[in-house]
């Protein structure tokens, strides 16, 4: 039966697969050319299949999480290298190690979303976030502390990313292309939290300030975390000064400094 519940006509591709173990060892069936093609990872990754590999990593986890019936998201973006409260005296700079009440932060805001969360049975307003340590892992954790779930969108590098303990097994994707990933975090996002971080964080949050200034994506918070931090960091004014954005795209921008502060404007926002 297909899920239509109607009789299917013809084997399931994964019926054929089992089958294909089972034929003789032969020079022909030994031949990569006998494989089947969608169970080739050899052809998968040939450079011409690129298309079909972009189109497989935008739908397994769209499909799983329609699956899962999950509706809306709440992204956390932030710092890989942000440590823990408890380990910041091994932090490898003394800033970062100053950076880990964002950490404190990341956690107690992803608590409080995720038990408002529970109240439609964890489908609405699902944390999100890259499912590595730092400020991912916060987000995570404060799932968990608040018995729900979180989704982290993985990504292969040579360095810094494996999913955290914390995060939710079931909803734990891994990609290789950075644009479809980024995607996935934006398809289903009803606000979009960064925390201190690097040049991935810096990148996420410049994608998602063009694609709102430039009327592809309709607006919604954008909530920095430590207005102090940010401001050192980027010179917002100096940007509508010269011209090269508007004084009303500074209005995409709000700075908060606590959880609390971030879940009011989120509540409060007219979708």
């Known amino acids: 039966m297909n899920k239509l519940g109607q009789p299917r006509r013809f084997p399931k591709a994964d019926e054929d697969i089992t089958k294909s173990r089972h034929v003789p060892e032969t020079p022909q069936t030994q031949s ?39 509706t809306s998201t709440i992204v956390m973006f932030g710092g890989a290298r942000i440590p823990a409260p408890e380990s910041k005296d091994q932090a490898r700079t003394k800033t970062l190690g100053e950076l880990s009440e964002y950490y404190a932060e990341a956690r107690e805001f992803a608590r409080i979303c995720t038990s408002e969360s529970l109240k439609s049975d964890g489908r609405e307003n699902v ?51 950075f644009a479809i990933r980024k995607m996935h975090f934006l398809m289903r996002a009803k606000a979009i939290t960064v925390f201190p971080g690097g040049f991935g964080t810096l990148d996420e949050l410049f994608e998602t300030l063009t694609l709102v200034q430039t009327g592809r994506m309709k607006p919604m918070p954008i909530l920095l975390f430590g207005r102090s931090f940010w401001e050192r960091i980027v010179n917002w004014e100096a940007l509508a ?25 989120i509540s409060e926002w007219e979708y």
């Open 241 to 265: 000064d010269a011209g090269t954005i508007s004084a009303e795209d500074l209005d995409l921008l709000n700075f908060v400094d606590t959880a609390e502060d971030a879940w009011k404007i």
């Open 127 to 177: 944390i999100i976030t890259g499912g590595g340590p730092g400020v991912m892992e916060a987000g995570c954790r404060g799932a968990v502390d608040a018995g729900g779930r979180s989704i982290s969108l993985n990504i292969v590098l040579p360095h810094e990313q494996a999913p955290n303990e914390w995060a939710t097994p079931e909803l734990a994707f891994n990609f290789h292309y």
């Open 32 to 70: 990569p050319t006998y494989r089947l093609a969608f169970a080739d990872p050899d052809f998968l990754c040939r450079d011409e299949l690129r298309p079909v590999r972009l189109q497989l990593e935008l739908l397994k986890p769209e499909m799983t999480l329609t699956e899962e019936g999950i």
